[in-house]
């Protein structure tokens, strides 16, 4: 954060208020908690991000954005003096939160990842939302918003994306595989959604372009941020995904739906990854994208799928000021076919080299900065 930081200007090491000469030292019975052993990323998630966080910048974040409870913060012993340490050392103790110093030995048979440095949290799971907050809105406070949708304030009803869009459009043919994620949207790992999902008008006809139908009324006033939700299905690569959930909060991504099953988790590697991103971010975790899509549809909200086959380009949307959910899809297979058929419409980031795609994280980038770009110039 811009915070000058609580170790601003002073010495160095982990010296500090009181006198303390280490994380284990000063106030009250400091570092009595027991620190828990390793818990393997491949074992199960407790809750949404599980409990720990692991690595400076996500530590800090973490108590800066105080949205959730931590229970302890573990500094390994022997580290050098840096300002960020004193900073965490000194956010823990304004929130009462339990520090403790472990020999390098112990804290890196305790660690998740292979490069905590240095420092690891022990917090409640991030708290889950449904797609209806997140269209809502979510207050800086991180409560949620009455599930009135945004168009309430204009005394306007919300218009479906399904129904402006013509039911008789040509089938889609590019098939399952589309290149890099960048270019392409979620999809289910084997390639078909469960049968829950699936959908006989779906697979019918799919949602054609954009360019000839009117797109839902803007947001409205400066007071509410317009909706920007980020879609992600089907990324397996924990780097990817805390990539993109960086990125996603520097673009003021207004919230992120994620699948329960068939994809990257939130694990300690993805929090450290996204450099604290995720205690700034909203999480609608849902048990099938398509259907996702669809209740998206009914709130008003667009869902553009970037697809390397596409044939407009992200530059040529005409629904950056509309409440948009950008589909991003899986490492080298893309948009599933149905997740594909869900979407309102599909874009492509135009290439100029030999390779047809850039990569998950950096398409995402591109494209959330390009709308970003629209929303602020005009």
């Known amino acids: 954060g811009d915070r000058g930081g609580p170790g601003g200007g002073r010495g160095g090491g982990y010296g500090g208020r009181g006198g303390r000469s280490g994380p284990g030292g000063g106030r009250g019975a400091r570092g009595t908690t027991p620190v828990r052993s390793r818990d393997r990323e491949s074992g199960e998630t407790r809750g949404l991000g599980g409990d720990r966080v692991e690595g400076r910048h996500a530590v800090k974040e973490l108590l800066l954005a ?7 913060v573990v500094i390994a012993a022997e580290q050098d003096p840096a300002p960020i340490l ?5 956010l823990a103790d304004e929130a009462g939160v339990d520090i403790r110093e472990l020999q390098r030995g112990r804290f890196d048979e305790m660690a998740a990842t292979d490069a905590p440095q240095g420092v690891v949290a022990f917090a409640a799971p991030l708290r889950e939302y449904a797609l209806e907050e997140l269209i809502a809105g979510v207050p800086a406070d991180g409560s949620p918003a009455r599930a009135d949708n945004l168009y309430r304030s204009s005394g306007a009803e919300p218009p479906s994306p399904s129904s402006l869009l013509e039911d008789d459009a040509t089938d889609d043919q590019h098939g399952e595989a589309a ?13 078909e959604p ?11 006809s799919a949602p054609p372009a954009l360019a000839a139908a009117a797109p839902p009324p803007a947001t409205g006033s400066g007071e509410s941020q317009q909706v920007l939700l980020l879609v992600v299905d089907g990324v397996t690569d924990p780097g990817n995904l805390g990539a993109i959930l960086r990125t996603a909060e520097c673009a003021g991504v207004t919230g992120i739906v994620l699948p329960r099953h068939r994809a990257a988790r939130i694990t300690p590697t993805v929090t450290k990854r996204a450099a604290g991103a995720i205690e700034h971010l909203h999480f609608a975790p849902v048990s099938g994208i398509p259907t996702a899509l669809g209740t998206l549809a009914e709130l008003g909200v667009w869902s553009v799928g970037l697809d390397v086959t596409a044939d407009q380009t992200i530059w040529d949307l005409p629904i950056a000021d509309a409440p948009l959910a950008l589909v991003l899809g899986a490492e080298g297979r893309g948009l599933s076919r149905l997740v594909r058929k869900r979407c309102d419409v599909t874009a492509r980031i135009p290439v100029s ?5 850039l990569n998950v994280s950096a398409a995402t980038a591109v494209a959330l900065f390009e709308v970003l770009r629209r929303r602020t110039t005009g």
């Open 179 to 191: 290149a890099e994620a960048p270019a392409t949207s979620p999809g289910d790992s084997d390639g």
């Open 353 to 357: 080299g030999r390779l047809d795609a």
């Open 86 to 90: 004193d900073d965490i050392i000194d």
């Open 66 to 72: 105080g949205t959730r409870t931590v229970r302890q």
């Open 194 to 204: 469960p049968e829950g999902d699936r959908d006989p008008d779906a697979e019918a």
